[in-house]
């Protein structure tokens, strides 16, 4: 089975800060990479598909990037409703979740 | 969209029938996968279907014990779930994967339906 390693766990930031969340694989699986945004109480929503295609509607502030085993959720200019957790997602054979990332008010 | 339902409160080695309902698209194009939450856990796939019901695949803790089936008279994917077990407990979702005919990322989400194995 494929792992994904996700880090860190949980970030502390700002309104208006950079922050990076990454995820490891643990065999390749270039460019079968997603990311999601969840919030309490809802289901996950689509970010970015195949590593860096960005979803229809998302804002253009969130980037994903990366290949090989690793990957990465870059979201620029923080805003107030990012605060939520992030999953990565492989979907090169069958599918395995990192296990989230908690963006918090600092 | 996608509508869950048949979540509940069930004891250890019972049974519970999942249903997703789907409106707004081709049903039959798309994959459609179950997936799983445990309270404080990750996000779990645990079961899918291709878009003409002819493969199914399950991760391995639930293989012969949960069932996806797809009728397309009626738009809607089933999560038969049996000899339930306490780890099974989770908020349990079904989503379709973005493109049609093929597996893709998860673009459409239901709402969830809540599972609770206790006694």
């Known amino acids: 089975d494929i792992q994904m390693t996700q880090s860190p766990s949980t970030l502390s930031a700002s309104v208006g800060d950079r922050v990076t969340i990454t995820c490891r694989a643990s065999q390749t699986i270039s460019p079968w990479l997603a990311w999601y945004q969840q919030k309490p109480g809802g289901a996950p929503k689509l970010l970015i598909y195949k590593t860096s295609r960005l979803e229809t509607g998302v804002p253009s502030r969130f980037t994903g990037d990366g290949s090989g085993p690793e990957f990465s959720l870059t979201i620029s200019d923080l805003q107030p409703d990012d605060f939520a957790t992030y999953f990565c997602q492989q979907y090169h054979t069958y599918w395995t979740f990192g296990q989230g990332t908690k963006v918090e008010v600092k | 969209q996608l509508v869950e339902s048949g979540g509940g409160l069930v004891q250890p080695g019972g049974s519970l029938r999942l249903s997703c309902e789907v409106s707004g698209f081709a049903f039959s194009s798309y994959w459609i996968y179950w997936v799983r939450q445990a309270p404080g856990r990750g996000l779990e796939c645990v079961a899918t279907?291709?878009?003409?019901?002819?493969?199914?695949y399950y991760m391995d803790s639930v293989k012969g014990r949960f069932t996806i089936s797809r009728d397309s008279a009626k738009d809607s994917v089933y999560l038969q779930m049996n000899s339930l077990r306490v780890e099974d407990t989770a908020v349990y979702y079904c989503?379709?994967?973005?493109?049609?005919?093929?597996?893709?990322?998860?673009?459409?989400w239901g709402q969830g339906t809540r599972v609770t194995v206790s006694s």
């Open positions: 989503a379709r994967g973005r493109m049609r005919w093929t597996n893709d990322a998860f673009d459409i």
């Open positions: 279907i291709k878009q003409d019901g002819r493969e199914e």
